[in-house]
């Protein structure tokens, strides 16, 4: 069988494009190999959010009595906080899932590899694999956690953001490197429920990519609810030393050891456009990203990119509009373009 569209990827890009695609009356395939939904369902944006949400609730009830509100004892249960978040994101993967079957998309579990002109195989977790064939195929793989050497990963002491949302016990002690978004809500979230957190950036700013203004904004509320924060500060190594770890900060020439029970490193996102088979059929690729055209298709007829593959914001609403702008003008639409990609160097468009 060869399809219209083959998707690799089932995030707010992927499942957008794929759903898009058959509305349009296109014989669509999604590639996933691991849930549906990708990471902004299964592992970012939602359930960061469902933890958010309960570390609110709980602030709120630590300040029932200035609503009114007289409440005798509350308790943060961290394990039904993490419990809760799982089970949010699963229902939306599940959510995911219906629109598959309601669109009827096919869905193939596995790795998906460009072969060659409208081929691409998939492996399993078995490691079997079968080619499929395309008229067109839109990359979709989204990125992972950034690791750099100074802070090595190791799942247990020195975490990523998905050991984070599933860490059998909260940490009396945790030390956030990164303040962006990722590491400001997990510093949020820990801190609101009682883990004592040290917020470390590179920058002279917490937030770095926002304005100023908020930047500073955010930087007070956060040390007004007990976040210590450091910013200007470089981390030169973490290493685990027992149940405890042991990370090396430098400030203006000045060197000091902190101690944690747990190390989130939030130092960004990388791309996985590794194993997708790219150089093989000759992809262009700028530091890592797949550069694209205004309609997000590569420098190779018939393969599209979207999302946190390519340059530009990695955000998932963008990876939806990005996935009608490719669709539409694959179904031979007129796409409207909200937002014209970039390269990494200059404010310019990417033409083939």
Known sequence: MIYDVLV????????????????????????????????????????????????????????????????????AQFGDMISRSRQVADGMSKGVQFLMRKNKIEVIMGSGKLEGKGAVTVTDSEGKSVLYQAKHIVLATGARSRKIDSIPQDGERIIGYREAMTLKEQPKRMIVVGSGAIG??????????????????????????????????????????????????????????????????????????????????????????????????GIKTERGKVLVNEFYETNVSGVYAIGDLIPGPALAHLASHEAIVCIEKIAGKNPHL?????????????RK
């Open 8 to 75: 690799i990827g089932s995030g707010p890009g992927g499942y957008v494009a794929a759903i898009r695609a058959a509305q349009l009356g296109l014989k669509v395939a999604v590639v996933e190999r691991e849930n549906l939904g990708g990471i902004c369902l299964n592992w970012g944006c939602i359930p960061t959010k469902a933890l958010l949400k309960s570390a609110q609730v709980f602030d709120y009830l630590k300040h029932a009595g200035e609503y009114g509100i007289k409440v005798k004892e509350i308790e």
């Open 338 to 350: 909200l937002i014209t990609p970039i390269s990494l160097d200059a404010h310019t468009p990417i």
């Open 184 to 281: 400001s809500e997990f510093s949020y979230f820990y801190n609101t429920i009682g883990t004592k957190v040290t917020l470390i950036e590179y920058m002279p700013n917490i937030l770095p990519v926002e304005d100023e203004e908020s930047s500073k904004t955010m930087e007070k509320i956060f040390k007004k609810q007990g976040i210590e924060i450091r910013t200007a500060t470089t981390v030169e190594k973490a290493s685990v030393k027992g149940k405890e770890v042991e990370v090396v900060v430098s400030k203006d020439g000045k060197k000091e050891t902190l101690v944690a029970d747990v190390v989130l490193s939030a130092v960004g996102i990388e791309a996985n456009i590794e194993h997708l088979g790219i150089e093989k059929v």
